[in-house]
């Protein structure tokens, strides 16, 4: 069983759409990443979260430790979100490395 | 403000030839960090830098990788001799601490013939 799971695996919206991307994981954490990569490759650090709730736009991530799990909604999504969302975790005790998850591809249709 | 840059974008050579990529990290980050990212396995750390010093190599596939940071500015990841199974999307990143949001470079996209 991999430490960091994501669900869906590929997510198709209509434009105008909420859309959560969900993450779960297996060990103790010190925080947890999503990031987005884009179709053309480049990776983006969207947030970094230890607790609670962070807005930024459009983009909502929460997180629940004692549940080890974490949501990235996208409210009102448009096309140009279209890209890979990765949940990434920092084990507690680490120094900075991250544990990745396989990502949600996710397409949203104009 | 420069990015994270890594060069070369992409790279294409045949087996057995050595490979050499490249990394500059964000001035007056740290912390350095060297992925891979592949279809079958996603995003993999391989090793990572503090202070110019490599901390955690576990994540080296074999003999066949190493990874340098002479200074603050600069890392390459050297894989000698290259093998198809190699091929893959290389990413650097650099953040101002371990517990800080890093921040990736456009990735090297390398092709073992």
């Known amino acids: 069983k991999n430490e960091v799971e994501q669900s869906p695996q590929n997510l198709t919206a209509q434009e105008g759409e909420f859309i959560t991307i969900n993450c779960s994981y297996s060990v103790g954490i010190s925080a947890l990443h999503w990031l987005q990569q884009h179709p053309g490759g480049g990776i983006v650090s969207l947030f970094m979260?230890?607790?609670g709730k962070k807005k930024h736009g459009r983009l909502i991530a929460t997180i629940n430790i004692q549940e080890k799990h974490s949501s990235l909604h996208i409210t009102a999504s448009h096309p140009r979100d279209s890209a890979v969302y990765i949940c990434a975790v920092r084990s507690k005790g680490s120094q900075g490395n991250l544990i990745f998850g396989k990502g949600t591809k996710l397409s949203v249709k104009p | 403000d420069a990015g994270v840059i890594q060069s070369p974008r992409h790279e294409v050579t045949e087996m057995g030839q050595e490979v050499t990529l490249r990394c500059k990290p964000i001035?007056?980050?740290?912390?350095l960090f060297w992925y891979r990212q592949t279809m079958m396995r996603g995003l993999e750390l391989l090793i990572y830098?503090?202070?110019?010093?490599?901390?955690?190599d576990s994540g080296m596939p074999e003999d066949r990788f190493s990874a340098k940071m002479p200074n603050a500015s600069f890392s390459t990841l050297k894989i000698q001799p290259s093998e198809p199974r190699d091929s893959a999307v290389y990413f650097c990143?650099?953040?101002?601490?371990?517990?800080?949001?890093?921040?990736f470079g456009d990735g090297t996209r390398l092709s073992i013939l």
């Open positions: 990143a650099s953040s101002f601490s371990g517990n800080q949001p890093q921040h």
């Open positions: 830098f503090n202070n110019n010093v490599p901390i955690d």
């Open positions: 001035s007056g980050h740290n912390s």
């Open positions: 979260l230890s607790s």
